[in-house]
C-alpha cells in the first residue's frame, strides 16, 4: 500500500510550507487526488488519521477532492468528451490525459504566531 509513503510526503510538504512560520500550528490540510492516480482514497484517509499523529498535521483534518480524468487533444486542445473514443474528432490525433493523474497538496490552512 503506497498510501503510507504518500502520507509521509505529504506530512514532509506540510511542514516545509509550516516551516517559515515558527511557532504556527497547522488547522487543515487539502489534497487534490486524481481519479487515474492509483490511490485509494478510504487507504489514504486512514493513513493519514494513522500517521499524523505526533507531527504538525496531529490536529488538521484532511479534505481530499478527486478530480475527474479528462482527455483532450494534444494538437487542437479540443477536450474529449468522457466515454468517447481517445481521439480528436477534428485531427484524428490520439488524445492526450489533461487531468486525473495528478497527486496535489492545494492548501494548507494555518495559524501563524
Known amino acids: 500500500m503506497h498510501e503510507y509513503s504518500i502520507v509521509q510526503s505529504l506530512v514532509d510538504s506540510v511542514e516545509s510550507v509550516a516551516r517559515p512560520y515558527e511557532g504556527g500550528s497547522v488547522h487543515h490540510v487539502y489534497v487534490d487526488?486524481?481519479?487515474l492516480a492509483g490511490v485509494d482514497c478510504d487507504l489514504l484517509q486512514t493513513a493519514y488519521d494513522t500517521f499524523r499523529e505526533g507531527t504538525i498535521c496531529q490536529d488538521a483534518p484532511l479534505t481530499i477532492?478527486?478530480?475527474?480524468?479528462?482527455?483532450?487533444?494534444?494538437?487542437?486542445?479540443l477536450a474529449i468528451r468522457r466515454g468517447e473514443i481517445l481521439r480528436c474528432p477534428s485531427c484524428n490525433e490520439p488524445a492526450k490525459l489533461a487531468a486525473g493523474d495528478e497527486i496535489l497538496l492545494r492548501r494548507v490552512e494555518m495559524e501563524v504566531a
Not at 477532492?65 to 486542445?77: K, L, M, T, V
Open 33 to 35: 487526488i486524481g481519479e
Open 65 to 77: 477532492e478527486r478530480i475527474a480524468a479528462q482527455w483532450e487533444c494534444p494538437h487542437c486542445h
